[in-house]
């Protein structure tokens, strides 16, 4: 289909869900109440690490008001974890806690107020641990061991890869540059604080509402959990208020409201408060960088050599994901015919760090893009111009054995460059910034790319990874069951849109109903940016299907050839004899006296092209979104204080199915790397998060929020749903690379490290008047030893392999 | 959901009846106004009163009276953004009203009062901490333990004055009236701040401020600065408030105050001394700053690094009296840059 | 303690007993039913739990029910009028300005107190009025919008 023949597909069209949410109808799952329902409440241990030698409920048990108090001893003794190589939780702790906020007990109670109460009146005798609060401190003690599993005392993941010859890559480079940069942690912080109601019902089946981004895997691992059938247990997503990737693990407050909802036979409410959500986390890693590139004169790269450290947290997660996430996704933007990545995971006893918004890849871009930018300089190269001339080429493979399609990135480049005014405002390095009193103005650019869809599950399987069947009704209605689940990012109109494009109806004619393991086929999780690529592919399937058996049963009826029929305006006909067009209900009728019930199923999963080397699994992605941004700031030289005018961003979305939801997830985006870029962080002290509050971890509000200008550009990649990539998570990862190098075409200070506060650059203005190297950042990488890389041939510049070859695609869906 | 802990709520319709109130119960019992101060706080369990005494249907305590000219009376209950938006204020003591505009959100300063303002908790970020964080920390002796964590080896509270407006009212010369059974008594705002993170205030319990006055107007330019990460929600991690007295272009009184940089707002006494009978050049503004920069003595317990405070101290009065000198620096100076 | 409260929600008489230390928020969702207020940090850090009394905003959370017996209390589920949005609830839903909608219903209320006060405010003060309301979807850029749209298109209904 060409553009201009789609009716929905390009629409501005506001969201399926939106009219419930501005009135207050949406129901999250903090909102459901059912009758005789209990609420419950956690305990929560008080030591960053130590054994449990004593666990004494009695005084709660003894409250008037409190159902039942669990410990861990309530629960069957599995370990459990997202990643099946990481099974290193426990819902309630038995012997030892690794982190404060890890919980020990559960209280179930009439209300909260008493739940809280019994669970401060249980009594826990701790025998302290030494807490290793930091990579140095992790790896310096192996003596003291977090886990027993894992690559090494305290590593939890130690993985090297090697494409080509590095070494020799350098010494053909005219420029070779090694700097180090440090990313701190930060975390989702949706707006929504986790809750689920869990009701055991007199069946002995189990149904838990959640705020989840993946059910399935929920369903999956309460199953074991619990021991308990999983054709017992029912999992429905509730409406997410945020997500980000922080509600993408199973929780211990989920499992608990079960555990309680068995025991007291009425259905446990469990809603965190905020504190509780810093501690659940799984935000984004802390990782300490060191990073080595060789350029030519024209600022061609030579080769790349990164190593990273990942500062995990107290437990997997989807850790060690993140640690292949902090190399594998470099070489996707510009030529990089060599590549090398270090990379390993440190366990500490912090709250476990796992997937936000881009998922262990802003990390290495920041330093990437950062370096870019150093190099730009030394070579005289304009950091715009350099960028456009060695973006990759489409449909050819990287280093690393990744398959890219479509790439939009030049002209990403080219219209950023147009809109933001890049060619005066850039005016040539060293000349010095305008300057207002101790204001000074900058621009910074830089670009990236992230993946649409992880190109393999999480646990190993053959199966789909998205799942739709479509329903139609005499009505003339259809619904689209799936097993996606909507935070806020849209997916529920995408599965509404793309079934009305393939049948010409209007977008309210399609029902699309909450996720739910007992009604709606697996889809694996809201991560990756895999929703509208992998369910809108499944649902243009089904949706395919269907279309054909109306044909058939319209073609029939009005004795014309099934191929000229045109589904539009909610009805079936030929074109040139549009009054006889037949009303969609009616032709569906049509259909199911032909056929039977209309029901058909869509299947998606990726195209099999993992590189044929172990952890070639990470990495791959049915196609690649690609960003460009720029940024222009000031900085105040007295305070260090940083002021965001604009940010122009250019993504390569491949198709904008609806371009205000993409513009509203590149716009959410920015927010986000702005707020990592200027203030938000993890912070620990004593063993304790430092401020796990709203007011102290420091989002950006109106008055720090510049205004943003997105531009769409459309590739129309061939893997996507009618063309479309991904665009929830790469435009976050140049914001922070662009405002740092804005910093420092402001006042000449390098900042190599986030958040850039107003502290460190009156640090480099101050090394700077010293007439020191003006950088602020990490000075020192920690003595590791990597293990021997893997070393594989790069696959640089291979042609893509021809049209993909993808499971359960048909006939009707291959494009 | 954090939840506040059970109290009985009593609501006044008089002064009197309040301070009656107040003295019955005695330790039990504290006074609320807005509430934007004392509820998170008591969520957390920093207090578990017994008695709320609300302040709220005191109708004499509420709203602004006088003038400029014969000094304004501002009603404690009166809530921030009625303060900020009082023409009079605005015009005469306009570095009340950027105060009173600054703090915090729009929502909390329709609910926050000016009297809640000045008498806000000394804030430190070991102690504004849940009962759960504290505990796991192992408490200090503001609340609930006996050590100070900020400073292990004193035997004080360092706590914070993060009070937007007390600053200002401070350099504005204001008097505060204290109401309690046993009577009443007119005291310089100045008094009514002790230099201890706990008893950060010098008045009694069951004392209630029951108005603020300020002196006429005449002659006198102020302005106040804030320093914190955010423009909206954050507390002052450094305020700045400065009130001269012009003679044609030189300086004839001054008065610089420091707020968030120690238990009580600090004024800057020999900074203000240096400016007297001085026109505001840039040699005299440095110096100014220079010295004011002396008694800020900030500790690591807030928001931003404390050497990073201490110096933006210098910066910002030196900011605030080239703003009052008409002197164009390329920063907004009304609001914090 | 519990109380006799006598609220007035969204143009209606609500009789409810309660603690008298449940805040406005716990009320009016766990008494009243009325869950679309929300609630994201209940320490006056964060806006979500934004409601309407005597047309101001102000946050639920903190807010204690009998202090503000007889004042009228607005909350998203009055918003619309006889089955009409609000022009603002309009806008946001045609704009996009809601994506997990979480922030959404204390947002929606704070612009309404913006427009009735300031029917054509600047983006400037549309940020002042808004800078006491986190979100961490939308950037902000589709709510600003948003709320330019409804005013404009309140002015000229006028
Ligand atoms: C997220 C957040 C951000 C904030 N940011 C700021 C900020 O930026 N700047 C700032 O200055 N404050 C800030 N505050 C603190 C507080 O909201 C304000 O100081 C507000 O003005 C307090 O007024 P209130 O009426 O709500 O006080 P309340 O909470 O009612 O009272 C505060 C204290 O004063 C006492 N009190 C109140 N009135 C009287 C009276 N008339 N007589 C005797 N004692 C009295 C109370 O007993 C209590 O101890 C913030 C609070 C929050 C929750
Ligand atoms: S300054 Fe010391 S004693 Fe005071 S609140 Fe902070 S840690 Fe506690
Ligand atoms: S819930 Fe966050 S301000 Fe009320
Ligand atoms: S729309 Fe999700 S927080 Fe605003």
Redesign the interface.
Known sequence: MNKHEFSIIGQPLPKVDAWAKVVGETRYADDLVMPRMAHGKLLRSTHPHALIKRIDTARAQAVPGVYAVITGADLPRVKFGILPVSQDEEALCNERVRMVGDAVAAVAAQDEETAEQACRLIDIEYEPLPALMSIEESLGHPEIRIHEYGDGPNVHKNVALQFGDVEAAFARADLVREDVFFYEGNTHLPMEQHAAVAQWGADGKLTLWSSTQTPHYVHRLLARILDVPAAHIRVIAAPVGGGFGGKLDPFAHEIAACKLSQLTGRPVKITLTREEVFYVHRGRHPVLMWLKTGFTREGEITGSHIKTWLDGGAYGSYGVASTFYTGVINPVTYRMPVYKFEGARVFTNKPPCGPKRGHGTPQPRFALEVQIDKAAEQLGLDPADMRRRIVCEPFTKTANHLTVTTIGLGECIDKVVEASGWREKWRGWQTGAPRRGPLRRGVGFACSAYMTGAGTAIYWNSMPHSGVVLRADRSGGISVLCGATDIGQGSDSILAYLPAEVLGLDPKDVHVPPADTTLTPVDLGSYSSRVTLMCGMAAIQAAQRLRAVIARAVARKLEVDAELLVFRDRKVGVPDDWEKAVPFPHAVELAEAMHGVLAFPGSYAPPKRAGKYKGGGVGPSPCYSYSACAVELTVDEETGEIELHDVWIGHDVGRALNPLLVEGQVEGSVYMGIGEALMEAQVFRKGLHKHPSMLEYKSPTTLETPEIHTILVETDDPEGPFGAKEAGQGPLLPVLPAIANAVYNAVGVRVDEVPISPEKVLKGLDLKRQGKTPRVGPERIPLFKFKEPLVVESAFGQPADAVAVRPFADQETSR | ?????????L?PKTVADAARLLGEHGADAMIVA???DL??NM??RQFEPKVLV?L?AISELRGVRGSASRGLSLGPMTTL?AVSQHAEVARHYPALATAAGLV?????R??GTIGGNVCVDTRC?YY??????R???GFCMKKDGDIC?VAPGSSRCWAVSSSDTAPVLWSLGAHIRLTSADGERTVPIATLYRDDGIDYLAKRHDEILADIVLPPADGWRSRYLK?R???????PVLGVAVNLRMDADVVSEARIVLGAVASLPREAKPAAESLRGQRLTEEAITRAADLAAGPAKPLDNT???H??RK??TR?FVARALRSLAGL????DSTEA? | MKVRLALTVNGESREVLAPVHKTLLEVLREDLGLTGTKHGCELGECGTCTVLVDGEPVLSCLALPVAIEGRAITTIEGMAEGGELHPLQQAFAELGAAQCGYCTPGILLTAQALLDETPTPTRDEIKEALAGNLCRCTGYTKILDAVELASMRMGARK
């Not at chain 2, 506040?4 to 709520?9: A, I, K, Q, V």
């Not at chain 2, 915090?104 to 909390?108: A, D, R, V």
């Not at chain 2, 504004?128 to 964080?133: F, P």
């Open positions: 959901m954090m939840r506040l802990p059970p109290f009985t709520y609501a807005g509430g934007t509820y998170p969520k957390r609300g709220g953004t915090s959100s729009p929502q909390l329709n609910m970020n504004n901490q849940s009962y759960e964080w505990k796991a920390i964590l320093l990460r955010r423009g909206s929600f954050d507390f928001d931003y690094a050497f990073y110096k933006m910066v164009d620096d390329g920063v840059p």
